[in-house]
């Protein structure tokens, strides 16, 4: 959980100070940092789905000018790179084979390949450790990566009689593949700006980052977005540096093997992974590695076409395993239980009558259980809705993201009695009681009786979530060295004394004074000097692989499911694209459908709040399609005017314009959170009892994105499937294709 407040205040400090400027790059002037009143802050308009093409334009510019840091990318370990001050590495030097008919191909050279002898090596889990082969800078030489501290960063010659180059060079390659002047016209963003910022971001040293969250890389070339965020910070070696990018908070371990409870063994845990079973969202395998497909091959298909995609390179993605089930591919869901989720709401193109027509029938998914506090869009259409509790009523050990750097853990725990339904055994109706008790109605492992055990192997229940939480919160308190027991008119005027017996009950009697001196703290942090040292790196866990690809295998090697096209494993802007990767522009036109789309977080709604607040709503009460200023006097748009924004497949955002000059030329900007079908927007009744809606909670528009036409266009199956990143997986909520017409 990031606090905006505390780093916002630190931000505001430094710029005052003169000691920090920043650029901000967003579509739209919307919340943030970006105001006239503050100097140092710069907004510079960029077009949606465009960032990638950004950062490959100061990569060039970097690599150009020669001001990179060529010492801290060319560690091969991270060993090398601590002893020579910094706190990552990157494989920028580990040789690429590049022979096309090499079976290793767009693999990275192995000592095998090299015809090197590797000792064996294993990692602390047993697996065997990769050794790549790297030119060493000190002898010229082809070698092992963790033979030598650094590697030659431009090579592309032979090595053992197979063609390769370094990582770096391919890099070269693909940045260069647009000029400045293109990279210009494809981003909206001046030639002279990105110099500007490609010479001001390599002057600082180690003492610069990029801020990219999941807006930036929100469509379906986000993945190269992401890569090129990695690639700026590793090139001027920022990584795990002070003032450069920090990773994640490190914290002590709490809900798994902790100090006091191992709450991450599970005894009788069945053996289910990737290897043996694949995700319902089609993530993280290959098409060509599925069941599916090798029994097609078997019976004699020769290529076969699967009936979605499948995303090798993505992690579990609930907009895809949306689409399967809708789809019943690769497999029915029997049962589906929803927690705390919105994924039609926040899914583009999913909220269509054809999703929610399959989502309802009974035939395709028999039962849906949903647990949450709200009756949303997603809620709606389940067969039965679990009351669940709020985030003041319930618990959880956040880490405290990238905002703060130190060491240690937030505590969320219950301030007040939930208002949730209270069973009979006294407990109160939420996600963690329903699942402890259907899993102990089916037997399994790892709940009920005995389902915990403490360091000691005494084992104890797991029914509620204070049997879970109130342990991880020991594991807190005795991490490293134990806290102090809370006093006892401490705890009295805080009115710890007076929780309930079930929070006691989940811990020892030694341990619950401990744990109350946390909970009266909201959780524990140690000194920042425990973290980082005197020369400007991290003093703890800066040891452990910290290592950037600046060449991804996985990337280069997967093939498209569809066309078997391949994308480089380097840093490249790819145009928006579908499923099969062939360019949306290749279907439609782009001077008939010249605008794209972003969204940004309004100051009056999220997701799921706000929008039933009879206050915020007062205050801005629908959202707006914002256009760019010269791009409305040339449709003739006014402010308040009634407008479309409609996709080449006929679906449209239909709002209220507001032309405005805080918006990026070419595309049109929607504040996110608006136009609920549900939410309280609609009558429901709940045990016979009726609740009207509100229609002023409907108000608004949503971006409503196309399907994508070449899945169905590929299998000939009547299969409904969104835009989508093709690595990642995540839908493509910005950028798209569309025109704007008057209503």
């Given amino acids: 959980m990031i606090n905006f407040q505390s780093s916002g205040k630190r931000t505001l400090k430094n710029l005052a100070a003169g000691k920090l400027k920043i650029d901000v790059l967003d579509c739209t002037l919307a919340n943030g940092s970006v105001t006239p009143t503050i100097p140092g802050i710069n907004w510079i308009p960029i077009k949606p789905a465009t960032n990638a093409a950004f950062c490959a334009a100061l990569v060039q510019k970097i690599i150009a000018d020669k001001t990179y840091n060529a010492d801290a990318i060319s560690f091969t370990t991270q060993k090398a790179a601590v002893e020579g001050g910094y706190g990552a590495y990157t494989n920028a030097t580990y040789l690429v084979i590049v022979d096309e008919n090499h079976p290793n191909y767009r693999k990275l050279m192995r000592a095998a390949d090299a015809g090197i002898d590797a000792p064996e090596e294993k990692d602390k889990d047993g697996k065997a450790v990769e050794q790549y082969v790297v030119i060493d800078a000190a002898t010229g030489q082809p070698t092992l990566h963790s033979a030598c501290s650094k590697g030659t960063l431009e090579f592309e010659g032979e090595v053992n009689g197979v063609a390769v180059r370094t990582g770096f060079s391919l890099l070269t390659e693909t940045v260069n593949e647009y000029t400045m002047d293109e990279y210009a016209e494809i981003t909206g963003v001046s030639v002279e700006d990105l110099e500007r910022i490609a010479r001001e971001y ?123 089930i809708v789809n019943k591919y690769p497999y029915q869901a029997k049962i589906l239980t929803s927690f705390m989720c919105n994924t039609i709401q926040a899914t583009p193109g999913a909220m269509r009558d054809e999703v929610v027509e399959r989502l309802c029938d009974p035939e395709v998914l028999p039962l849906h259980i949903v647990c949450d506090v709200f009756v949303g869009e997603h809620a709606q259409y389940a067969d039965y809705i679990v009351p669940d509790v709020t985030p003041y009523e319930s618990f959880g050990l956040p880490t405290t993201g990238t905002t703060f750097t130190g060491y240690g853990t937030t505590v969320r725990w219950q301030v007040k009695e939930p208002e949730s339904m209270k069973l009979a055994d006294g407990r109160h109706a939420s996600w963690e009681t329903f699942l402890a008790d259907v899993a102990e109605a089916c037997g399994l492992p790892g709940w009920g009786e005995g389902a915990l055990h403490d360091v000691d192997g005494k084992a104890w229940p797991l029914r509620d979530a204070a049997d879970f939480y109130l342990k991880a919160v020991a594991n807190l308190a005795y991490a490293e060295e134990p806290v102090a027991d809370i006093d006892a008119q401490e705890a009295h005027l805080q009115g710890l004394d007076e929780l309930p017996d079930s929070f006691k009950a989940a811990v020892s009697d030694e341990e619950w004074p401990k744990v109350q001196s946390v909970l009266s703290r909201g959780g524990r942090y140690w000194p920042m000097s425990y973290v980082h ?3 400007g790196r991290r003093s703890r866990g800066y040891q452990d692989e ?103 497949l006929g679906d449209v955002s239909e709002g209220v314009a507001m032309v405005r000059a805080g918006q990026v030329k070419g595309a049109f900007a929607l504040a996110f959170g608006y136009e609920h079908q549900n939410y309280g927007a609609q009558d429901i009744e709940v045990d016979g009892k009726a609740t009207k809606g509100d ?19 590929v299998t000939g199956d009547d299969v409904i499937s969104i835009i989508a990143e093709n690595d990642a997986a995540s839908p493509g909520r910005c950028g798209g294709m569309f025109k704007i017409e008057k209503a």
């Fill in 533 to 535: 040292d005197a020369d």
């Fill in 695 to 713: 229609p002023a909670i409907a108000a608004g528009v949503r971006i409503h994105q196309m399907l994508d036409p070449t899945v169905t266009g």
């Fill in 202 to 324: 390599t002057s600082h040293g180690t003492r610069v980052g990029i801020c990219h969250k999941g807006g930036s890389a929100a469509s379906v070339n986000g993945i190269d977005t992401v890569m090129g965020a990695a690639v700026l910070h590793a090139i001027v070696g920022a990584n795990q540096m002070i003032g450069g990018n920090a990773p994640n908070s490190p914290a002590p371990t709490t809900t798994g093997n902790g100090a006091r409870y191992k709450l991450g063994a599970i005894e009788g845990k069945p053996d289910v992974s990737t290897k043996n079973a694949c995700y319902i969202s089609r993530t993280v395998k290959a098409w060509e590695k599925t069941d599916e497909y090798k029994n097609r091959v078997a019976a004699g298909e020769k290529d076969p076409k699967p009936l979605m995609p499948w995303f090798a390179n993505g992690a579990a993605s609930d907009s895809q395993a949306l689409l399967s």
């Fill in 546 to 648: 910290n290592q950037t690809y600046f060449y991804s295998e996985k990337r280069a090697t997967n093939k498209n499911c569809y066309s078997g096209k391949q994308l480089p494993g380097t840093l490249r802007y790819n145009p928006e694209t579908f499923t099969d990767l062939s360019p949306m522009e290749d279907h439609f036109s782009r001077e008939e459908y010249p605008f794209s789309a972003s969204e940004h977080k309004p100051r009056f709604r999220s997701i799921s709040m706000l929008s039933n607040s009879p206050v915020m709503r007062d205050l801005c009460s629908h959202n707006y399609i914002e256009l760019n200023r010269e791009d409305a006097a040339d449709l003739g748009i006014k402010d308040g005017d009634k407008v479309c924004a409609t996709t080449p």
